[in-house]
DNA sequence: ATCACTGTCATAGGGGCATAATACACATTG
DNA sequence: CAATGTGTATTATGCCCCTATGACAGTGAT
């Protein structure tokens, strides 16, 4: 969800992140959890911390997310959404407006 | 994986499925598991149990899963696939070729 | 210096799911 | 009848993730 925010330009690169508290507070979360996920997107490079201070977006972590989350998903997930996608008989052409619901 | 075993004909409409014993030491698994794997299925209609005998797909179970995992697809699994494809500026055409990877 | 804020760590508990090991009732076969 | 194979039930265990609660060190404002 955070590395859909940071996409989707919700926190741009040099924003704060949220404190854990107030994240995990606003959407119904335990802290330790939040901080968990932020340790991940640390590890990575996306995010890096001020100590003391907050979690902030790093500089090229969008390129960079779109980069990784891209490959991940071209390779891992879509090709077996494709097999279930085939399996199921759906055309493209109804995957392409979401009236089809 | 059941499911999509019945969809693909490996098991055909009519068809004994193995037994909970079997299924489980052919792919790993605990028997309980595919035990409760089996009594979803049954929940749902696409197999029918024998007593002492053996589970087996159900007359129109394809056809069947096919329209209600279509629906599922359609309306779970898809728009949530759809905005993270289009939150990586994923092409469509990108999506068509398994050379992408 | 004091306070409020930050990420981080430690401990404990709970829910979900798979496993493990039996045991039971039913059906078929020899 | 006896043996084998079927789904099903019971109880116990382990694992993983999230929750819950408290504490700590670093930072900045008052």
Redesign the pocket.
Known sequence: MISAMILDGTYAEGD?????????SEH????????????SL?DKGYVA???????FVASGAVEQLRIDERAQFLTQSWPRIREHIARLGIEPAELLDPIDA
Not at 16 to 24: E, H, N, T
Not at 49 to 55: A, S, T, Y
């Open positions: 704060q992140l949220p404190s854990v508290r107030v994240f995990a119904g979360a335990n802290p330790l959890t939040v901080a968990k996920a932020y340790q640390q911390v001020k100590r003391g201070i907050g979690m």
